[in-house]
Nanobody
Framework: QVQLVESGGGLVQAGGSLRVSCAASGRTLSNYVVGWFRQAPGKEREFQAAISWSGVRTYYADSVKGRFTISRDNAQKTVYLQMNSLKPEDTAVYYC?????????????????WGQGTQVTVSS
């Protein structure tokens, strides 16, 4: 198993930037594909980005392409989501999750392990 803990959320003004982190413990993180999701109040959990085991491949939701960047440091057992040009509609709890295979990346049901989430609030 792998345990995931998100951090780095906070309050930022529209147009600003924030980087959230996902730290892993337990099994080595390099065994897993890692995705970022977010969930706003009253809405379903929404896929943001995913990164392959080595970090060579990435995949983004259309809504964040060009604004968000996912990266990973397997030596540090950490995956990052750099968020730029933030908008008020980006306000949500951001979750990282891990799975074994590079498929069905946007489906939250395909991920086996989840963190507890970190709140990101973008003010207008």
């Amino acid at each position: 198993q792998v345990q995931l803990v998100e951090s780095g959320g906070g309050l930022v003004q529209a147009g600003g930037s924030l980087r959230v982190s996902c730290a892993a413990s337990g099994r080595t993180l390099s065994n897993y594909v890692v995705g970022w999701f977010r969930q706003a109040p009253g809405k379903e959990r929404e896929f943001q980005a995913a990164i392959s085991w080595s970090g060579v491949r990435t995949y983004y939701a259309d809504s964040v392409k060009g604004r968000f960047t996912i990266s990973r440091d397997n030596a540090q057992k950490t995956v990052y989501l750099q968020m730029n040009s933030l908008k008020p509609e980006d306000t949500a709890v951001y979750y990282c999750a891990a799975k074994g295979a590079w498929n069905n990346l946007a489906s939250s049901q395909q991920y086996n392990y989840w963190g507890q989430g970190t709140q990101v609030t973008v003010s207008s």
